[in-house]
């Protein structure tokens, strides 16, 4: 649970052109470069038409690239820029969301989204979560999203706010920004007793929503955390029968 202010899975098949198997460096010219150029283009790098000259433009492109990816932005295109960018090419897509409007949340002030950070609520009771994250007496909490047992995904905060779901934390020990200025908080309806089964159409939802969301705010797998993570000693959640690989294995298809 959030603590005070203080269907389908990703499909894992990439669509377009086949990439080429490389090396490629500026000065190549020919069909191979040509179907680079036209994976850029896809993926909106690289403007005009792929004439197959790997020149300056190309190599500005595949960097621009490569720094997104996190990979040695060099401009050269060999085996991990092609694994990155058949990723890349793997489409995401955000689950259908019901609207359940909180009012607990504040501006982000230009902080950057790039961490995610999973809860469970303490409660089995869809209804009790709602009303918590949404009320506006004693402390006040949110969240993001919450996720029913049924797979049903609200969202109640809009990503581009903060949500009060990490209280007193940090990341590795950084505390500014805040946890909750740079984070996106999902909860799951779960007693967190360690007995109560995470349902299979929460697994589900989460393998769709985490990907598409570490992929459209360019979130570090690495910042992929639980609560107790960001809160270590203070929180456990979510709680140690979640299938932490079953998300992770959503995410590497796509990232």
Known sequence: MPTPTSNARTAATP?????PEGPLSEGSKGPEAQRLQFVLIQLKYLGGRADGDFGPKTKDAL????????????????PATRTALLKALTPVHKPPVVSKPSPNFESRNGVDIDVIVLHHTGSNRVSVDLATLRSTKGSRVSSHYLLSPTGTLY?????????????????RGVTTPSVN??????????????????TE????????????????????KENILGHRDVAPGRKTDPADNFDWERVRRAVDQVL
Do not use: C
């Not at 969202?155 to 990341?171: F, M, T």
């Open 201 to 220: 159409a929460q697994y589900r939802a989460l393998e769709q929503l985490v990907p598409y969301l570490a992929r459209t705010y360019k979130v570090p």
């Open 63 to 78: 960097m621009r690239f490569q720094r997104d990816w996190r990979l040695t932005a060099d401009g050269t295109y060999g």
């Open 181 to 198: 200025a740079r984070s996106i908080g999902i909860e799951i309806t779960n007693d967190g007793s360690g007995q109560t089964p995470f």
């Open 15 to 19: 669509t377009g052109p086949d990439l």
């Open 155 to 171: 969202q109640l905060v809009p990503d581009n706010k903060v949500a009060w779901h990490a209280g007193v934390s940090s990341l």
